[in-house]
């Protein structure tokens, strides 16, 4: 047991040796240790973040046909340190007649519903800062918390459109968790446990090859929960002036926008635990925990990426035909392929192994299939009803 | 006095505070975050029970869903969030005197159950609450009826706010 091989437990183990010789209490020690892991991880997010925000930048210029940031630093790189530096040192104010408490707590509450995500997430089979048995619940309720903190944005701001941004957000939000956890509910089914880690552990092959729709319906219900585009109707500044976060300036805005982008890099790297094996690669993560975190973190901004790439690719959806969308085709869609993958998981379970994953790939296609065909019908005959009055 | 019980009684400082507030503040809308507050601490009261899918539920559904609900009417029924007349109305000293009666009550009843001063069991290695929870709720032996028939009484009030609040073109 030591370092290379189990880099947490070997540094706890010291830190309570150094702390005992200095003459603590054992129950204390342990509770300073377990601060020391939390703040160590909040902060390695923290500068993460920063470098997402240059991510974002760079990738969104080059879909732009652009080149971005390219004039602090050696492509760019000191362009984050300037925007971080810029935004503190911004006035502080809150806006007359703004609730001040729910103001000022409501950009912190955002940050945290992200930071907490990362209690849970297994960046290696020995890395992992709770294994919570319950992990999925827990992202479900992270997300609660975030909903939270973006009525309590738009409600203190005392601004007409800030409020209905929010609404609309919130209205988004609520709705396409239903959808979320029924796609959360596949990976269970498919490998018996709620916790992360033994979703991983479970995914010889990987979930996306045995159930590609539930992925595909995660991932767009994941971009609609993070309120970025297509669902960003709240905060387009072309149709809300920026919804919820008008009246925020300075770093409290700057909390929501990198809260926002380090949520994204989370959804990315929840989409490759649940659907990409996670820290898997072929038995990469047997060799070393540090390579295991290496493949995550690649998954994770793989994700990302992909999430970025819908976002500078697609045009914003209406507030109607985004809930319309989810309540009267990804909800039922969603339940259905929860069913047929329930079903056949169970017909399939003994049988070999290219068998059983030709077969869930097969049951997936099939329902996606047929969820098309039926909305291509019901489009036809509304198109049909509106061409008849149309004269021309 | 243990670690656990200095976290429980902090625990509940902050639940019972949160509640005390959610009655006094004159502030609706900081009413329904107090509320918040004190369904959080009771989230945490039941992790320290080893009731951990109870606590992240208790998130879920009534953080999640009940609070934003009850936001969400406030703010879109009210001009003005605070409340203009007194706090208290006529009648305030007979629940003043049902509150006091269920208190005691309730003491006495705690007091005289004698569980407080044992040690609780240990829990088993290898229970898995979960799975055991998932077992009761679906077995014919358990609970799967009064779970189904819960689930028929969602569904209808479901279809009754819908029916309520449909827009016939």
């Known amino acids: 047991m030591n370092f290379w091989n189990d880099p947490l437990k070997t540094a706890a183990d010291w830190l309570m040796g150094v702390f005992m010789g200095w003459g603590m209490n054992e129950v204390v020690a342990h509770i300073l240790i377990a601060f020391l892991g939390v ?58 007649g703004a609730d001040k408490v729910v103001y000022n707590i409501a950009p912190m509450l955002s940050m945290m519903s992200v930071l907490i995500l990362w209690a849970i997430v297994p960046l290696a089979p020995v890395i992992l800062s709770v294994d919570l048995n319950v992990g999925l619940l827990y992202l479900i309720a992270a997300g609660a918390i975030g909903t939270l903190s973006i009525i309590m944005a738009g409600w203190s701001s005392n601004n007409k459109f800030a409020m209905i941004g929010a609404f609309r957000q919130v209205a988004v939000m609520v709705s396409f968790e239903v959808p979320m956890l029924a796609t959360l509910l596949i990976p269970t089914i498919l490998s018996g446990s709620m916790g992360l880690n033994g979703i991983v552990q479970a ?97 994770a901004m793989l994700g990302y990426w992909i999430i970025m790439w819908v976002k500078y690719t697609m045009m914003r959806i209406r ?74 | 006095m243990t670690a656990e019980q200095i976290i429980f009684l902090i625990v509940a400082l902050v639940t019972l505070g949160s509640a005390f507030m ?11 975050f107090w509320l918040v507050a004190t369904l959080f601490g009771v989230a945490v009261v039941y992790a320290l029970l080893n009731a951990g899918f109870l606590a992240v539920v208790q998130v879920v559904v009534y953080i999640g869903a ?16 605070r409340d203009q007349g007194p706090q208290t109305n006529k009648t305030w000293w007979i629940g003043a005197l049902l509150a006091v009666g269920a208190f005691f009550g309730l003491v006495s009843l705690v007091l005289g159950w004698g569980g407080s001063s044992k040690a609780a069991a240990g829990i088993p290695s290898g229970f898995d609450a979960v799975g055991l929870l998932g077992e009761a709720l679906t077995s014919p032996n358990a609970y799967v009826l009064p779970f189904e028939v819960a689930s028929v009484l969602l569904l209808a009030a479901l279809v009754g706010a819908v029916y309520v609040a449909f827009n016939r073109k």
């Open chain 1, 39 to 96: 703040f160590l991880l909040i902060m390695l997010l923290m500068v993460l973040d920063i470098f997402l925000v240059w991510i974002e930048r760079k990738v969104v210029a080059r879909f732009q046909d652009r080149i971005g940031p390219n004039r602090l630093g050696p492509f760019g790189l000191i362009q984050p340190f300037a925007d971080i530096v810029k935004l503190l040192i911004k006035e502080d104010f809150t806006p007359g």
């Open chain 1, 203 to 299: 995914q010889n092959t990987w979930f996306v090859f045995i159930a590609p729709l539930a992925a595909l319906i995660f991932l767009i219900a994941a971009i609609a929960e993070l309120g970025r585009a297509p669902f960003d109707l709240s905060e387009g500044e072309s149709e809300l002036v920026s919804g919820y976060n008008i009246e925020y300036a300075g770093m409290k805005f700057g909390m929501f926008y990198a809260g926002e982008l380090l949520h994204a890099f989370t959804f990315g790297g929840f989409w490759a635990i649940l659907f990409f094996g996670g820290y898997r690669f072929f038995g990469l993560e047997q060799v070393s925990p540090f390579l295991a975190v290496a493949v995550m973190v690649f998954k």
């Open chain 1, 319 to 392: 507030i109607d035909h985004m809930l319309a969308f989810n309540w009267k085709f990804l909800t039922p869609l969603a339940f259905v392929l929860l069913m047929v993958v329930a079903l056949a998981n169970a017909l399939l379970a003994g049988t070999p192994a290219w068998l059983y994953i030709s077969g869930m790939f097969l049951s997936n296609v099939l329902v996606g299939w047929a969820a098309l065909e039926v909305a291509r019908t019901v489009s036809r005959r509304e198109r049909e009803k509106v061409e008849g009055v149309v004269t021309t």
């Open chain 2, 22 to 32: 959610v009655v006094t503040t004159r502030n609706l809308i900081h009413a329904a």
């Open chain 2, 66 to 81: 009940i609070a934003i609900l009850f936001i969400f009417a406030v703010m879109l029924t009210r001009k003005d969030a």
